[in-house]
């Protein structure tokens, strides 16, 4: 029998027959692309991207089995059960059946009836699994959620680490694809580096997705600005998330008064009430779902058409993953986080709350500032996000995006900058964001007293703006680089280059205004 060589053509047409598409997605006919050539590859993919196609197309062009480890039972069932359908060979193995069910499975592998063999991570532990699966002509270890197998993402799984050393022990080596939607420059390092890819192909597509608007929102009523946008938008599907169970329940409750078509989703509900929300929201019985972070994995909603943060995530990571689960149908959809000054509060309190060793603290501690940086950036929020996840290429701005979008002026606010940064020199750069705004203040403050600031040539000289604003123009700065904030639960803002040039009068700053429009008119005094 003359087996016809993989090619894109030969992908395409598989693509059309089994899942009626007429076309790979830009990203994915380069991945598929690298696999049929039998490299390894790395693919980074914002959720709803298509991964799943990347290595179930390969899996049916290439001899043999698929293996695809992925670490959700729920999700594996699915995918299963819609390749099934679409009459594509694949079976799952995971701790929900009985043994015998295992032995059937594991009996269709062996006499070949099997494309795909989806896993979870733990299972490639087991001796007697990796006895059974050395025997057998293995194509492609597929390895999904990848980011797992790094210390420095934000779902750090220790059965990934058992990835490499099960296929270092199959009879040939396969082709080993990872992908996640969530890499940055150092996880991908890790993924490349501990699941032993051999010089892999990386590709990173489409993280800006086109039809998402983000907006960032600030000093928001947050209640209110939910009630009106969920009523505004009463016909079609969203997501809230909130930061605690508490505020869950709240809001829920408040969106059953107001008579909203609610449910919601945590980790204290019981399983049948939390699968009831699922299906409820996948039906469209319920329209707005609020929900802790627990929800969502393995959510494949495609009208979802808005994803609303009430608190700030944190990290970048989960905050992308999260607002990804908007639009996936690819219509226009609206990612909205609502900031406030108090999320911060509660992630570092949920940091020093979690056991772990300094290096890992330090690491959170930095992506959080990330993601506050994010949410005070007057940039493009979509090219920050690019940036944020390395995307290589020259980035436009959306056109979409609060930042984008925003029409007030941009102010020239060399003058005030000025009085920050030299009043932190004037500190010795070792106090924190709302002590320096104390002492620009005036404020009388006993700490401020105490320290003598009152005495410095800077104390009091922003006395007209509240002490709120001047923290957030400080912010502002830090986001945009002209002041660095340390690590840790008690960061200190400390002056960077830029800060120097604005104090030598060669570089100017200009700011969105915020709001307190009066304050700003009224000049310094
Ligand atoms: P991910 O695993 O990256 O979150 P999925 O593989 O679940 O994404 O795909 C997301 C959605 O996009 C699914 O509904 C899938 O059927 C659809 N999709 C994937 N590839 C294509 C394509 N080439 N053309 C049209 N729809 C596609
Ligand atoms: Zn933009």
Same mark, same amino acid.
């Given at each position: 029998?003359?087996?016809?060589?993989?090619?894109?053509?030969?992908?395409?047409?598989?693509?059309?027959?089994?899942?009626?598409?007429? !076309?790979?997605?830009?990203?994915? $006919?380069?991945?598929?692309?690298?696999?049929?050539?039998?490299? !390894?590859?790395?693919?980074?993919?914002?959720?709803?991207?298509?991964?799943? %196609?990347?290595?179930?197309?390969?899996?049916?062009?290439?001899?043999?089995? @698929?293996?695809?480890?992925?670490?959700?039972?729920?999700?594996?069932?699915?995918?299963?059960?819609?390749?099934?359908?679409?009459?594509?060979?694949?079976?799952?193995?995971?701790?929900?059946?009985? =043994?015998?069910?295992?032995?059937?499975?594991?009996?269709?592998?062996?006499?070949?009836?099997?494309?795909?063999?989806?896993?979870?991570?733990?299972?490639?532990?087991?001796?007697?699994?990796?006895?059974?699966?050395?025997?057998?002509? %293995?194509?492609?270890?597929?390895?999904?959620?990848?980011?797992?197998?790094?210390?420095?993402?934000? !779902?750090?799984?220790?059965?990934?680490?058992?990835?490499?050393?099960?296929?270092?022990?199959?009879?040939?080596?396969?082709?080993?694809?990872?992908?996640?939607?969530?890499?940055?420059?150092? #996880?991908?390092?890790?993924?490349?580096?501990?699941?032993?890819?051999?010089?892999?192909?990386?590709?990173?597509?489409?993280?800006?997705?086109?039809?998402?608007?983000?907006?960032?929102?600030?000093?928001?009523?947050?209640?209110?600005?939910?009630?009106?946008?969920?009523?505004?938008?009463?016909?079609?599907?969203?997501?809230?998330?909130?930061?605690?169970?508490?505020?869950?329940?709240?809001?829920?409750?408040?969106?059953?008064?107001?008579?909203?078509?609610?449910?919601?989703?945590?980790?204290?509900?019981?399983?049948?009430?939390?699968?009831?929300?699922?299906?409820?929201?996948?039906?469209?019985?319920?329209?707005?779902?609020?929900? @802790?972070?627990?929800? =969502?994995?393995?959510?494949?909603?495609?009208?979802?058409?808005?994803?609303?943060?009430?608190?700030?995530?944190?990290?970048?990571?989960?905050?992308?993953?999260?607002?990804?689960?908007?639009?996936?149908?690819?219509?226009?959809?609206?990612?909205?986080?609502?900031?406030?000054?108090?999320?911060?509060?509660?992630?570092?309190?949920?940091?020093?709350?979690?056991?772990?060793?300094? !290096?890992?603290?330090?690491?959170?501690?930095? $992506?959080?500032?990330?993601?506050?940086?994010?949410?005070?950036? @007057?940039?493009?929020?979509?090219?920050?996000?690019?940036?944020?996840?390395?995307?290589?290429?020259?980035?436009?701005?959306?056109?979409?995006?609060?930042?984008?979008?925003?029409?007030?002026?941009?102010?020239?606010?060399?003058?005030?900058?000025?009085?920050?940064?030299?009043?932190?020199?004037?500190?010795?750069?070792?106090?924190?964001?709302?002590?320096?705004?104390?002492?620009?203040?005036?404020?009388?403050?006993?700490?401020?007293?105490?320290?003598?600031?009152?005495?410095?040539?800077?104390?009091?000289?922003?006395?007209?703006?509240?002490?709120?604003?001047?923290?957030?123009?400080?912010?502002?700065? #830090?986001?945009?680089?002209?002041?660095?904030?340390?690590?840790?639960?008690?960061?200190?803002?400390?002056?960077?280059?830029?800060?120097?040039?604005?104090?030598?009068?060669?570089?100017?700053?200009?700011?969105?205004?915020?709001?307190?429009?009066?304050?700003?008119?009224?000049?310094?005094?």
């Amino acid at each position: 029998m003359s087996v016809q060589a993989p090619t894109l053509e030969r992908a395409q047409d598989l693509l059309q027959k089994f899942y009626g598409y007429p !076309d790979f997605r830009e990203g994915q $006919k380069k991945i598929v692309a690298s696999m049929l050539e039998g490299n !390894d590859t790395l693919g980074i993919m914002p959720t709803g991207g298509g991964k799943s %196609i990347c290595y179930q197309i390969p899996a049916l062009l290439h001899e043999g089995l @698929t293996i695809v480890v992925s670490p959700l039972i729920s999700l594996m069932k699915d995918q299963v059960d819609a390749l099934t359908t679409m009459g594509i060979a694949a079976a799952y193995i995971n701790s929900t059946l009985s =043994g015998r069910e295992v032995n059937d499975r594991i009996r269709a592998a062996r006499n070949g009836d099997l494309k795909l063999l989806y896993v979870a991570p733990e299972r490639l532990e087991l001796d007697w699994f990796r006895d059974e699966m050395a025997q057998l002509p %293995i194509s492609c270890v597929a390895v999904d959620e990848a980011h797992c197998v790094s210390q420095w993402g934000h !779902d750090f799984r220790t059965s990934y680490l058992a990835v490499a050393p099960f296929v270092d022990g199959l009879y040939e080596r396969p082709i080993v694809a990872a992908f996640t939607a969530t890499a940055t420059p150092q #996880v991908m390092d890790d993924i490349v580096r501990l699941l032993r890819l051999r010089s892999p192909e990386t590709f990173v597509t489409g993280l800006g997705r086109p039809n998402l608007a983000f907006s960032v929102l600030r000093g928001e009523d947050k209640r209110s600005f939910l009630l009106n946008y969920t009523r505004e938008h009463e016909g079609e599907s969203g997501i809230i998330y909130a930061a605690t169970r508490k505020d869950v329940d709240d809001l829920y409750q408040r969106l059953c008064d107001a008579g909203m078509a609610a449910g919601r989703y945590h980790a204290g509900m019981t399983d049948q009430e939390r699968a009831d929300s699922q299906e409820g929201f996948l039906y469209d019985d319920i329209r707005v779902i609020v929900a @802790t972070n627990a929800f =969502g994995m393995g959510i494949d909603k495609s009208n979802v058409r808005y994803v609303i943060h009430y608190n700030m995530p944190k990290n970048m990571e989960a905050y992308v993953q999260e607002a990804g689960r908007a639009g996936r149908d690819g219509d226009p959809s609206q990612c909205i986080l609502l900031f406030g000054p108090q999320d911060i509060v509660t992630q570092k309190f949920l940091i020093e709350q979690n056991p772990q060793d300094e !290096d890992r603290k330090r690491n959170d501690y930095r $992506k959080l500032q990330q993601m506050v940086d994010y949410c005070y950036t @007057t940039r493009c929020l979509r090219s920050a996000q690019l940036e944020y996840f390395g995307e290589a290429e020259e980035h436009e701005a959306c056109g979409i995006c609060s930042s984008c979008t925003d029409e007030r002026e941009l102010v020239d606010m060399t003058i005030d900058a000025q009085k920050i940064f030299s009043c932190i020199h004037r500190m010795r750069e070792r106090y924190g964001v709302s002590m320096v705004a104390s002492v620009l203040k005036g404020s009388r403050n006993k700490k401020v007293l105490q320290y003598g600031f009152d005495s410095l040539p800077t104390y009091g000289v922003m006395g007209n703006r509240t002490e709120k604003e001047i923290a957030e123009i400080i912010n502002v700065l #830090v986001s945009e680089g002209y002041l660095m904030l340390s690590e840790g639960q008690y960061p200190v803002v400390r002056l960077q280059q830029l800060a120097a040039e604005v104090l030598r009068g060669q570089r100017k700053v200009m700011q969105r205004v915020v709001r307190h429009a009066t304050a700003f008119a009224s000049g310094a005094g």
